[in-house]
């Protein structure tokens, strides 16, 4: 018998839980939470706390993520596992339920299957990935890198503004900051990993549809970009003879925003590139800039779109260089390739919202998540719910408890499909 999506999942409690989390801010910067900062650990002591009440063995595993395990009703060294996980780090001046929505739809799972008494067969494991957002050292999805593992030693020893070596803090938040060369030891006992998610774009509000099931997450490549000129008095630096960095760098971002428009209208999958961060030298008022630093966020759901592109720009750059007399650098800082989701877990999903009579389609990720990384190692799925206006990434990112409990609902639904129990 078709249940209700309201039967799997208490509103309130969903309400709660995001407004709580919410209040662990920065002061005047709402909603800021970033990984490693004073927030973030008073989130993850809350947490902590969330899940231990929901009868929850909780620990750091060694890349610093917050595992929540309910064991099997055997306790079988062999055991299998399904883990459901995302994050609860933000943005600087981010949203409420990016990431956030997806660990407290995972605790929704646990709270049905402990109010029903349903003991299950396989492990089940509630996990906050350590920093998913890009932060300070250039590289996201922290936590589920390392337990893939593709944490190098590389990015483990980069340092911040600060002086903060990214290894070090690791070791702060209860991992081993040490580098992995092999996925986590029990990756063959994983059976399933699942993450809910706002879309992050207005798909299913525009076409007024419950569940996006995820067919992929683009690749990513980040590439650090330098434009040296030379530094001059404004007033004195005649514009004939200027080497200005600035001027530079504004050109190529230009030429990379047209050509990504051009590459995107080549192919319909999904093609995006944008510079998002740019540091400017010496940054003084009357000072003609020598130097600008910039980063290169390039998505892509289709590796030959991505390489025409950076064919392309390097061509581009050595038109720039010599016309403007700067030099331009560029190396890539981190990369990871299309990830596609499980077709079977794909099926299931479908199968669990067509159970809830909700409707759903197949869409397409064009954001980051940790399922990239997990899909790796495991068969990996996402559900997308949706988000007001498409809006992610700032305050007024939305997405109202009746979409997470719908999404929670297919979760749960599809859980206890997996580990062969009907509701």
């Known amino acids: 018998m078709t249940k209700h999506f309201h039967h799997y999942s208490d509103s309130g409690r969903i309400e709660s839980a995001i407004d709580d989390l919410a209040s662990m801010t920065e002061p005047g910067r709402p909603f800021t939470r970033l990984v490693f900062s004073s927030e973030y650990k008073q989130a993850r002591t ?3 706390s969330r899940f231990e009440a929901a009868g ?22 062999a055991s299998q596992k399904i883990i459901i996980g995302s994050h609860i780090d933000t943005v600087s ?39 998913e957002e890009l932060n300070v050292w250039g590289t996201s999805c922290l936590g589920s890198r390392h337990m893939a593992g593709l944490l190098c030693a590389d990015i483990l020893s980069r340092t911040d503004q600060d002086d903060r070596q990214l290894a070090e803090e690791i070791v702060k938040i209860g991992g081993s900051g040490k580098p992995t060369l092999a996925p986590r030891q029990d990756a063959q006992s994983i059976m399933a990993c699942l993450e809910l998610h706002i879309e992050q774009s207005d798909r299913l509000e525009s076409d007024q549809i419950d ?40 050109i190529i971002v230009t030429m990379i925003r047209d050509l990504a428009l051009d590459i995107s209208g080549q192919d319909n999958r999904h093609f995006v590139a944008t510079v998002g961060r740019m540091e400017v030298y010496p940054n003084g008022a009357a000072v003609v800039p020598g130097e600008v630093k910039m980063i290169l966020d390039l998505r892509a759901s289709h590796e030959h779109s991505r390489d025409l592109f950076l064919d392309q720009l390097q061509s581009g750059y050595a038109e720039i260089s010599h016309r403007e007399s700067c030099a331009i650098e560029m190396e890539l800082i981190s990369a990871a390739k299309v990830a596609p989701m499980d077709k079977t877990l794909r099926v299931h999903l479908a199968r669990s919202a067509d159970e809830l009579e909700l409707s759903h389609i197949d869409v ?43 999404g ?16």
Not at 56 to 73: F, P, Q, S
Request: net charge negative; hydrophobic share 45%.
């Open 211 to 250: 569940i996006g099931v995820v067919t992929d997450i683009p690749g990513i490549n980040r590439y650090s970009i330098c434009v040296t000129g030379k530094a001059g008095h404004s007033g004195t630096t005649l514009m004939q003879g200027r080497e200005d960095a600035l001027v530079t760098a504004s």
């Open 56 to 77: 929850l063995k909780c620990h750091i595993d060694d890349g610093g993520n917050l595992i929540g395990t309910r064991k099997a009703v055997r306790d079988a060294a």
């Open 93 to 131: 001046a981010g949203g409420r339920f990016d990431g956030v929505a997806g660990v407290i739809a995972g605790l929704e799972t646990i709270h049905f299957l402990n109010k029903h008494a349903i003991d299950l067969p396989v492990d089940i494991e509630i996990v906050d990935f350590l920093g």
């Open 364 to 406: 397409s990720s064009g954001a980051g998540h940790d399922m990239a990384h997990m899909s790796r190692i495991a068969p990996a799925g996402m559900i997308f719910i949706p988000c007001q206006n498409g809006l992610s990434h700032c305050p007024e990112e939305f997405a109202t408890t009746e979409a997470i409990a719908k």
């Open 408 to 423: 929670s609902a297919v979760l749960t639904r599809t859980i206890l499909a997996l580990a062969g129990r009907g509701f």
């Open 46 to 48: 809350w947490l902590w």
